[in-house]
């Protein structure tokens, strides 16, 4: 039943995501278009050049508005479906079903984190098809490498291996994927308990659960700060940048589950449907 459940939500938001994908890669491939005689040094007849800084300058503030349109309705997409679906008054049917709570929660956190997973690539992509091209190609190259060499340098020099470290963030994006849209659940969790200014309720939840992140975060910084490691070497400083990047992965992945079994807590034992 939970893939029955996952496949409605590709189903359904993909009405929203798919468009918009396609936008911003018509904007991407018009934006190359543009660009292309400015970033390669082809020469632009002068009595076109007015309007050709113009389109440009329209097509990239365009570009740069779809990005965050991207973000926004991704965002958007991520609270209404489950305040709609779980918390409104479409709950009536979807806590009918013949399923359990957390398989709804899950089947809205796997496809919200899909969706947001693609998204990173998907600006990504048209990041590098936008400036990617002709002798701005090679610039990229020359840049990237010129400017990775001295980043890897230093990584090395503080005894951190750049590979694993990179990794680690990697797997941080990744796990953030799900704590963002978890930490959304929980709040509007909490918020559906207020029987009136649920909304407000649950953006207070939501600035709650994120200061005690914070604070929780902070905290066992400062602890780890004070064992006592001594940063005069570089054995040490790697061991200490590499035991703080891995604290916060295990604080992100805590915290993670936290949230959906808090989530899952309420929408089983204190459900206050509209």
């Known amino acids: 039943m939970l893939s029955k459940l996952i496949k409605y939500e590709f189903k359904s938001t993909a009405r929203i995501f798919i ?28 009595s076109f050049i007015a309007f050709y800084d113009l389109l440009v300058g329209v097509v990239m503030v365009g570009y740069v508005l779809v990005i965050f349109s991207v973000i926004i309705i991704g965002l958007v997409v991520i609270v209404q479906r489950f305040y709609k679906n779980l918390t409104g008054r479409e709950g009536y049917l979807m806590h009918t079903l013949p399923v359990p709570t957390h398989h709804l929660i899950l ?10 997973l693609v998204g990173w690539v998907m600006m990504f992509l048209s990041v590098m098809l ?8 090679r610039s990229l190259q020359e840049f990237f490498q010129e400017a990775s060499n001295p980043i890897v340098f230093v990584f090395r020099e503080l005894g951190v291996d750049p590979t694993g470290f990179s990794l680690m963030m990697a797997l941080s994006m990744v796990i953030s994927a799900f704590d963002g849209p978890l930490m959304i659940y929980a709040a509007i969790a909490l918020g559906q308990l207020f029987k009136k200014h649920r909304i407000v309720g649950a953006v207070g939840a939501y600035i709650a659960l994120a200061m005690i992140a914070n ?3 902070s905290a066992l910084t400062t602890g780890f700060n004070l064992t006592g ?9 790697g061991f200490f940048l590499n035991g703080i990047m891995l604290l916060s992965l295990v604080l992100q992945l805590l915290m993670s589950i936290g949230y959906f079994f808090l989530t899952n807590y309420i929408l089983s034992s204190h459900l206050n449907l509209e």
């Open 229 to 237: 490691t001594n940063l005069s070497s570089s054995e040490e400083m």
């Open 19 to 46: 468009p918009l994908y396609v936008v911003l890669l018509v904007f991407s491939l018009v934006g190359r278009l543009s660009l292309s005689k400015m970033m390669d040094g082809a020469p632009i007849n002068p």
């Open 107 to 116: 089947s809205k956190l796997l496809v919200a984190a899909s969706w947001q």
């Open 215 to 217: 604070t929780i975060s």
């Open 130 to 137: 936008v400036v990617y091209q002709g002798e701005t190609a």
